[in-house]
């Protein structure tokens, strides 16, 4: 099997790692995508949740700025116009104590790092659905539909149940391994490692080391 040269596939999956994120604010990731889909059901009624929270929030807001004025007493506060209720303006009766010198100041979060809201159910079934429709696409444009693993892997797991067996094995590992330390290959490797995130460069190095070591133990085994 040929392969394209790594001075093209190195920048397409630059480019299209940096580009899901300033599209989407997600990280670019397999494993959480499938994660939601064991657990469908809980999925769907968080979606119809956040569905009726968006279309509710006009209400939600005007309900909080009714018991805060309850609370702490009418808010002087402009009007909000058309678009919203309007406040009773008045004076504020609640002082705020002054923030003590000796308390340690809060640093301001990272904008560049906060995620975007998760995506709906179908958002995702979207996703992975075009991932297989890719990669057939892609085994139909070389050729190679129906050509297995490779000679490689044929010689060490042949080509009948006992491959079937091996590949469903190694699909266990690598799920337990994904759940373990909260990532895939692509979500820490691709885009936590091109993000600087600590815990995704520890992980991409493990992950790694490992993969070398098994590589050699399969080889000393041959």
């Known amino acids: 099997m040929t392969y394209l040269p790594f001075w093209i596939v190195g920048p397409a999956l630059a480019a299209i790692t940096v580009g899901y994120w300033i599209a989407l604010r997600r990280p670019l990731g397999v494993s959480g995508v499938l994660a939601r889909f064991s ?28 018991m805060t004025a309850e609370a702490f007493g009418p808010l002087d506060l402009p009007a909000t116009g058309t678009d919203g209720p309007a406040v009773a303006s008045g004076p504020i009766h609640t002082e705020w ?23 709906r159910l179908a958002v995702h079934a979207t996703f992975l659905g075009s991932l297989a429709v890719g990669g057939l696409l892609a085994a139909l444009v070389r050729g190679s539909l129906g050509a297995g693993m490779g000679p490689a892997f044929a010689a060490r797991f042949g080509t009948g149940p ?3 067996a ?23 490797g691709l885009t936590g490692c091109g993000r600087l995130m600590p815990g995704s460069l520890v992980a991409t190095l493990v992950f790694c080391a490992s993969a070398v070591a098994a590589s050699l133990l399969l080889g000393r085994l041959a």
């Open 97 to 119: 104590p002054a923030p003590s010198p000796e308390a340690p100041a809060v640093p301001a979060p990272k904008q560049g790092r906060i995620c975007a809201p998760t995506p």
């Open 39 to 66: 657990r469908v059901r809980e999925e769907a009624e968080f979606d119809r949740g956040a569905a009726v929270l968006q279309a509710e929030q006009a209400a939600l807001e005007a309900a909080m700025t009714a």
């Open 162 to 164: 006992g491959a079937v």
């Open 166 to 188: 091996a590949l469903a094995a190694g699909g266990v590992l690598v799920g337990f391994g994904t759940a373990l330390c909260g990532g895939c290959s692509s979500g820490h």
